[in-house]
């Protein structure tokens, strides 16, 4: 065993490469290469809460990111994962790239191709974006999320924050509250918890659920309050604001008094339930201020730090199976 | 110029106007049928005449293809008529109706009679104008309905644009109906299907795709039916394509309302399942739809409730469709296509084969009153003589419209074209 850093076993990403070139949909893993993923993570958890965070176990590699949607947190998170693993890492933003002159997303990515980088990050507002990349590009690409299809790496950091918090998922009682319809969130979510073995709910107004969601294995609930009686997990789910007027929701404070989590209605969850929302928070829509900064319930700054390990831990098995080619 | 005679011999005939479906010999002279008998008569066949073995192969009426789109006028790179054309010989088409979502749009007798100029120019297959319903396709007034179709279009229709305004609506068929012309018109409420790109369900739902319910679909279909009834006008459904919708329609047809309907040949052949990982040239307005609408389709079209079958060719070159699925343009080609992959339901025992040419042939003539689309004495010979069980694949590339978006690429199929004949020209021969 070559300890790297406390924690991060380097053999292991070597015996448990990523299953696939790319990383499209959760539906790429299965629970075992899930389960390998997050105790990469926790190492890599333990390595950059040190002073010295590098590792070059993608040294030499080069990772661009590709955001055709703007990011804070997805984007600087995918950044500091490829630095600290040693890679060159590239931003592009469609601002400064040529797709604003008419360029079509496949041309731009053909173009980022032959310049031989290793791993493509793409973030697109349209689904099957991601996976029409992939189609194209003869590197490894990696879904930071297309349009309303898919996010799996949120859905990781969200399994480990909950691991790490409970000690397990299976068997845990988890609520994904609010706006499932246009969420990519929730569908990673849903197939990864699924796999794990929680209960998984979805919660919100009806006009929020996609249509025959009742067929995803989930629990379907209307009310909140029925909706998180008794969960481990309360997650909560983004509102988009253009879709709160009158269209979908008839105001943000209807709104908040029937599906924003507050603290008289968190009462009903089990003890010890924990908070989570994958950002950025409209605060006083879905969620109190008052639950979303109480660091005894919340995990929403876990999940954030999570982000950067389970991104290093995708990118390190990635580039395990890209060694190994 | 007259065409060399031609004697089939040894050709399973089949006419869906009197239902004969057997063994025969056809004689083509000057363009028209000259003779049809179930044997060969040697005191028949004169030297000048190139006698064809068809060695029990079928033959029967060229195809009619009432949904067409080209790119010509204003989009020739996508398809012109005469690219279209030849995919259509190639695919035993023998008349086309193109549809007026040109630029400029055919809502004006001049265009009509461009596009007649250009087909007889070209000379390979039929070529025939469907007219805009209302000006510049923008659903509020009428577009010059009579001086169209004294220049020769044979039916008008919004084609994707749905008309919203009832009260347009309701003009339209009045007008049209008192002229004795055809309104064809999509079912499709436009709120409802407002930015989907997919059909309501489980797996739009799963694929994040912004999706649209079958109701819309009945909707439009119920206004449509009862303004039907509230002007008397003939009106063709154009591309039903679920099972409630088809209810809508079998009650309307019950009601004795002049009604007949079309559904394509993409519809019957596929369900949003194809769609698979954002496959664009699946994405087709209306929507593909799930497996029980598909074959409530296919059993509609058995039982006649469906009348016509279309190839709703739609080329789409790859600067369209090479896109994110949301973003690319709906459509696919299917004119070298449609023959083959009618078939499938004969070899899948679903639907009876003289009913699956009927709804290709004879169905779309009377519906735009042609005299092709049966073997009778004298009526025009566009023929076409297929090996109904050849097996081919399909590959997209190789097709002959410029456009090579086709939903069929890589499928396997039964129905190889051997001789494609229009006016008594060969136009086609393998």
Known sequence: MTALAPGVDEARTRAFPFPGRNFLSILDLDPVHVGELLNLADGFVALNRQKSKKLDLLKGRTLINLFFEAST???????????????????????ASSIVKGETLVDTAVTLNAMQPDILVVRHASSGAASLLSQKVSCSVINAGDGQHEHPTQALLDALSMRRAFGHVDGLTVAICGDVLHSRVARSNVALLTMLGANVRVVGPPTLMPADVDRWGVEVHQDLKTGIAGADVVMMLRLQLERMQGVLVPSTREYFRLWGLDREKLARAAEG?????????????????????????????????????????????????LENR | MSARPVAFINARLLDPESGYDGPGSLIVSAGAIADLSKGVNASDLSQDMRVIDAQGALLCPGLIDLRVKTGEPGAEPKETLKSAARAAAAGGVTSIVVQPDTDPVIDDPAVVDFILRRARDIELVHVYPAGAATEGLRGLGMAEIGLMREAGCVYVTNVDSPIRDSRVMRRLLAYAGGLGVLVSHRPSDPWLSADAVATEGEFAGRMGLAAEPVAGETIMLERDMALVELTGARFMVDQISAAAPLESLARAKARGLPVIATASINHLSFNELDIGDYRTFCKLAPPLRCEDDRLALVDSLASGLVDIVVSAHAPAPPEEKRLPYDEAAPGAIGLQTLLPALLTLHHEGRVPLARLIGAVTLGPARAIGSSAGRLSVGSPADLVLCDIDAPILIDAAALISKSKNSAFDGRRLQGAVLMTLVDGRIVHEA
Do not use: C, W, Y
């Open chain 1, 73 to 95: 947190r997805t984007q600087s998170s995918f950044e500091l994962a490829g630095k600290r693993l040693g890679a060159d890492v590239v931003n592009m933003s469609p601002r």
């Open chain 1, 273 to 321: 339930v924990r908070v989570m929302h994958p950002g950025p928070m409209n605060r006083g829509v879905e969620i109190d201020s008052d639950v979303a900064d109480d660091l005894a319930v919340s995990l929403i700054q876990d999940q954030v730090e999570m982000g950067v390990a389970v991104r290093m831990a995708v990118l390190a098995a990635l580039a395990a199976r």
